[in-house]
């Protein structure tokens, strides 16, 4: 069985493993597309926080059903992952929060994930996907993400909404926030992605922070209020310490990007605001499900995120080439 492994930063080459065996409370399946996630990225380029090596990359997969004894799964069934196996145990487990589980392992991150032909997954694990499109499929798992964190906001009719950054996850944000009676902004600095918000999401007032002052553009946006609720979703550490002073006066400030530094937060502003800063990671399986009834009943359109395709078989030549074409990168997919 061909598989593709993340040997050491900025290599990746293929393996021969044994077909997956077909345990207890396990199945087998066959993986038919992969999503490129920007941790499969950082992580081919050494700088994925939690990250060690070797590793097989991806978590982002469409796949059929091939054998085991999952309850209601046949033989060629559309399926997704859910690829964050939890504890069951711990507080945040017991709270519902199987996401932020206290040992959380997430498949292509902690573990081996799905860049191979066929993978071994327990069944708890698996979602069904009938009726949507490959695409569509290997779209459920990072569109959840931005679906996770919307939910985490609670946000009101009418509110102000800054997401910073349209990269895939800042997308499925936008996509989410559309169904929502809310005021939303993006601020973006590559073109080709700002173009794309603009076409894609009509409604949403667009700011490009490298020409614009963005400050005066929130508070003009704003009616001088300012953001009431700010995602970030570049996960930049230059980007998180300035938009923090974006946030409105009671406001939320959400946490959707990673990176690897500490975050500088000035006490008084922060205080004098009595903002509210959170967290979202990973999405639950109730995300997974609304993803996948909002894409069957077409209420989002997700498929022109993707602007990059890899056919399997020429992965490790072609990975690299995905930081040259950056700047008209969305979602690359991998095609088995």
């Given at each position: ?43 081919y ?25 999952a ?5 060629g ?20 929060k199987?996401?932020?589980?206290s040992?959380l ?13 066929l ?45 910073i ?6 997308i ?28 894609t999401?009509?409604a949403?007032?667009?700011?490009n ?27 930049n ?30 006490h ?23 993803v ?22 020429q992965?490790?030549n072609?990975?690299?080439l ?10 690359a997919?991998?095609?088995?």
């Amino acid at each position: 069985m061909k598989t593709i492994v993340c040997s050491q930063p900025g290599r990746l080459l293929y393996e021969e493993k044994n077909y997956p065996a077909s345990t207890a409370g396990c199945s087998v399946v066959c993986v038919k597309q992969i999503g490129v996630c920007g941790t499969d990225l950082h992580a081919y380029n050494g700088i994925q926080p939690f990250f060690t090596y070797p590793k097989v990359l991806g978590h982002e997969l469409a796949a059929e059903y091939v054998e085991g004894g999952a309850e209601g799964f046949s033989s060629g069934d559309l399926l997704t992952i859910l690829p964050y196996k939890s504890c069951g145990t711990c507080f945040a487990c017991k709270q519902g929060k199987r996401n932020c589980c206290s040992t959380l392992s997430v498949l292509g991150v902690h573990e081996d994930g799905g860049m191979c032909e066929l993978i071994s997954v327990p069944d708890e694990l698996l979602v069904h996907a009938k009726g949507l499109s490959f695409d569509q499929t290997a779209l459920i798992e990072p569109l959840a993400i931005g679906a996770h964190a919307v939910t985490r906001a609670k946000i009101n009719p009418h509110e102000f909404v800054l997401v910073i950054g349209a990269g895939p996850i800042g997308i499925g944000l936008l996509y989410f926030l559309s169904l929502i009676e809310c005021n939303v902004i993006v601020a973006e600095t590559n073109l080709f992605r700002l173009k794309f918000c603009r076409s894609t999401f009509p409604a949403v007032q667009c700011i490009n922070p490298a020409v614009d002052d963005t400050l005066t553009a929130l508070k003009d946006l704003t009616n001088g209020n300012m953001p009431s609720v700010v995602f970030d979703a570049t996960g930049n550490l230059t980007s998180i310490n300035q938009s923090l002073s974006y946030l409105s006066h009671a406001g939320r400030y959400v946490l959707v990007g990673l990176q690897q530094g500490d975050i500088h937060v000035s006490h008084p502003e922060f205080h004098k605001r009595e903002a509210t800063l959170m967290s979202s990671r990973n999405a639950t399986a109730s995300d997974f499900q609304f993803v996948i009834d909002s894409m069957r009943s077409e209420k989002i359109r997700p498929q022109n995120m993707i602007t990059h395709r890899i056919p399997f078989d020429q992965v490790v030549n072609d990975f690299p080439l995905l930081y040259s074409q950056k700047d008209t990168l969305i979602k690359a997919m991998i095609t088995c």
